[in-house]
């Protein structure tokens, strides 16, 4: 693609000089005397990064990740036997990129480290489907992981239960509703093995674990069964009065917020048994009526 500009030749002074964009060539229109060899390319620098080249174009690659084995920063020598310039390589030199094939795939996954990293990443994708949990609460499980693995708590232990606390866990600190019941069904592994765990990296890696608000499950169980924004915001208030009475101390606060729709319901008229809310909960009716009591009493409504 050729194209001119308005500036004249400084030799002739009469032609306008002309832009080649394919060989980077600026010269005079009239008697060819070349002003610049290379240019500086102008336009986007965008590629496809997808293995058929056909997928969105980018600037650059994927980003970094913690919950890759290698963090998305590993290497990959290109299948096609061809250099930079597109000729095909020599005999003696295919031999030799085959070789350095074959010594990095086996660098990067023969490392026992590597391969731990693995095994735990795919589980905790898995549970990443499972649960429905977003981008950044999973790089905080995958970051307690490694920091786990880093101090030596994974010898000895399920590799599993270990990714599972450490969900559990990213959870708890980003304030993410989701409770060790949940975790447990999702992983297919006893909550006790989770909770032990769970509270090895509390103490070993010295996480500090704010409390759970029982104000964020309010929405999380009424959309499940289908309750009115009135009655949920009714929810949302009697909680808040608990929590400045000191009423919610102690208390699981799935269970607290429970009893609070449940109490909220029978307030505005609306018909969910307390197994409807039990069973979105995934707490025992019993809990419910225990709370919802207790929330009845010493709130006096």
């Known amino acids: 693609m050729v194209s001119k ?13 002309v832009t080649d964009n394919e060989s980077g060539e600026m010269f005079c229109s009239k008697c060819g005397f070349v002003i610049t060899e290379k240019l ?11 293995q058929d080249e056909g997928g969105n174009k980018a600037r650059a690659g994927a980003p970094t990740s913690l919950t890759m084995h290698d963090m998305g920063l590993a290497t990959i020598i290109n299948p096609i036997n061809k250099d930079a310039s597109g000729r095909p390589l020599s005999a003696s030199m295919k031999s030799t990129i085959e070789r350095l094939r074959t010594w990095d795939s086996r660098s990067q996954v023969h490392e026992p480290v590597d391969r731990n990293f693995r095994q735990a990443f795919s589980e905790l994708n898995r549970l990443k489907d499972k649960l429905a949990i977003s ?3 999973i790089e905080k499980a995958a970051y307690i992981y490694r920091k786990a693995l880093e101090k030596g708590l994974v010898r000895g232990r399920s590799i599993s239960a270990l990714m599972a606390s450490a969900l559990y866990a990213a959870c708890r600190d980003t304030s993410t509703p989701r409770n060790l019941k949940d975790v447990e069904q999702a992983a297919n ?10 509270r090895l990296l509390v103490k070993e890696l010295d996480l500090k674990m704010p409390v759970t608000d029982s104000v964020q499950c309010v929405a999380r169980i009424a959309s499940r069964i289908g309750i009115a ?6 929810a949302t208030k009697v909680l808040k009065m608990a929590q400045e009475n000191e009423v919610s101390a102690g208390k699981d606060p799935m269970g607290l917020a429970a009893a609070a729709l449940y109490l909220s319901c029978v307030k505005n008229g609306e018909d969910k048994t307390q197994r409807d809310i039990a069973e979105a909960a995934n707490v025992t009716e019993v809990t419910i009526r225990n ?4 929330l009845k009493e ?4």
Not at 40 to 50: D, L, V
Not at 189 to 198: G, H, L, P, Q, W
Not at 229 to 234: A, F, G, L, Q, V
């Open 291 to 294: 709370r919802y009591k207790g």
């Open 5 to 17: 500009t308005k500036e004249m030749c400084p030799r002739c002074a009469q032609g306008k000089l």
């Open 298 to 301: 010493s709130l006096e409504l």
């Open 189 to 198: 592994i006893k909550r006790k093995d989770i909770a032990r765990c769970y």
């Open 229 to 234: 924004e009135k009655t949920k915001r009714y």
């Open 40 to 50: 500086q390319e102008a336009g986007p620098e965008w590629r496809s990064f997808t």
């Open 135 to 137: 981008d950044s609460v």
